[in-house]
Nanobody
């Protein structure tokens, strides 16, 4: 019954921007920590960013800090990732995730979306 559906991926030139969205159903995002992960070809999944249940605290990997912005609209039950100054190294499938109330980096998040492809050309 729980579904996380990502959208907004596509092909963009280096230096461009994309905004990813994650629409949730069967789950109230306002009570959960949300995060974005990504997986590039031939590589394992890696952490990108997460946001606290209240939306008051955000965190980023060093590779995207200053370029990406994670946000949430609990009234719309939607998570976002604004990606600016995109580089070819950002090419990956991006996954929306939902966890419990508090973030625990020692485990994978509880729920995952199907992923959306982001391709950055040079």
């Amino acid at each position: 019954q729980v579904r996380l559906v990502e959208s907004g991926g596509g092909l963009v030139q280096a230096g461009g921007s994309l905004r990813l969205s994650c629409a949730a159903s069967g789950l109230a995002l306002g009570t959960r920590t949300m995060a974005w992960f990504r997986q590039a070809p031939g590589k394992e999944r890696e952490y990108v960013a997460h946001i606290s249940w209240s939306g008051t605290s955000t965190y980023y990997s060093d590779s995207v800090k200053g370029r990406f912005t994670i946000s949430r609209d609990n009234a719309k039950n939607t998570l976002y990732l604004q990606m600016n100054s995109l580089q070819p190294e950002d090419t990956a499938v991006y996954y929306c995730t939902a966890d419990f109330l508090r973030w625990d980096p020692s485990r994978d998040p509880r729920y995952w979306g199907q992923g959306t492809q982001v391709t950055v050309s040079s």
